[in-house]
Structures are given as C-alpha cells and as structure tokens.
C-alpha cells in the first residue's frame, strides 16, 4: 500500500548523472595539460642551469689548459668576448693535463645536451601556446586562471594567444 501512494503522489526522480558540458570537459583536460606543461617547463629548466654551468666550466678549463680562445669560440658557438668573460670567472682552476682535443669533444658533448634541452623547451613553449589559444577560444577560463596554469603573467597570456586560432580539441 505504500508503494502504490508513493506512486499515486505523481513525482519521478531522476537517478541517472547529467550528461557533462563537452566545454567544461575540455577545459578540465586544458587544466591537467598546462599543469604537465608548467612541471616540464620548470623540469627542462632546472636541468638547464647545471649544464650551462658545466659547459662554462669546460670551456674556462680549456683555456686554462691553453686552448685558443677563437678555437674555443667556434667550436662553442660563442663569441670570442663572451668565451673570454667565461675565462676570467673562474680564476681559481688549475692547469688539468687533459688533450685539446678530448676537452673540446667533452665541451661539444655538453653544446649538444644544451642544444636538445633548448630544442625541448622550445616545443613545450610552442604546446604551451596552443594550450593558452584553445582555452581562450573556449572561453571557460579566464586570463587569470590561465596565468596560473602557465605560470606567465595574464597580460602575457592575454598578447600570446590575441589572434591565434587553436585546433578544435587540444
């Protein structure tokens, strides 16, 4: 008798789950996305700063070691100044022994590891943009939020993605 006026009172309750925004479903994917990117950004960087202090350190042991300093900038990549302000930061290295030659293959084994961490970095940047332009084009976050996802400035966010078209899923 009690289900039948349960029955009788005329309601119906819906026990299923609503069916989620596609919109808000991409921006929560956006979100996980720019939180991963800003982890390898920061990730790419810290790795960055030991390396190029290694490569400073060869490069000023080599000319310690005697190497020229135009042999030094054309196998670097650097200009002859920028080789010689190395040279003159570390005045505390000693003399080490070690071949020309095997000091300048250690020395274009670190420009390379240096080359790929800059070439990584610069397509995380280039995600990163992508990222930012489909989630204005969304229009479920806003310049703050996106900031903060980012980790740049809103008015940084706000000039990188003005104009740009994102692809349709991110």
Do not use: C
């Not at 925004?21 to 994917?29: G, I, P, R, S, T």
Request: charged residues 25%; without cysteine.
């Amino acid at each position: 008798m009690a289900l039948a006026a349960h029955l009788d009172s005329g309601f119906y309750r819906y026990r299923g789950i609503p069916k989620p925004d596609n919109a808000a479903l991409q921006a929560e994917k956006i979100r996980k996305l720019l939180k991963a990117n800003r982890q390898r950004l920061a990730f790419n960087a810290s790795s960055m700063r030991p390396l190029s202090a290694r490569l400073n350190q060869q490069v000023a042991q080599a000319l310690r070691d005697g190497l020229k300093v135009t042999r030094l900038a054309e196998a670097t990549g650097l200009s002859r100044w920028t080789v010689r302000t190395i040279g003159l930061s570390f005045s505390d290295l000693l003399p080490s022994g070690l071949p020309a030659e095997q000091r300048l293959a250690m020395i274009m084994e670190l420009k390379s590891e240096l080359a790929e961490l800059e070439a990584s970095k610069a397509d995380l940047e280039q995600k990163r943009l992508e990222l930012l332009a489909a989630a204005r084009r969304l229009g479920v976050m806003d310049d703050f939020e996106l900031a903060a996802l980012s980790g740049l400035q809103s008015e940084t966010v706000r000039r990188m993605t003005w104009g740009r078209q994102a692809e349709p899923t991110p």
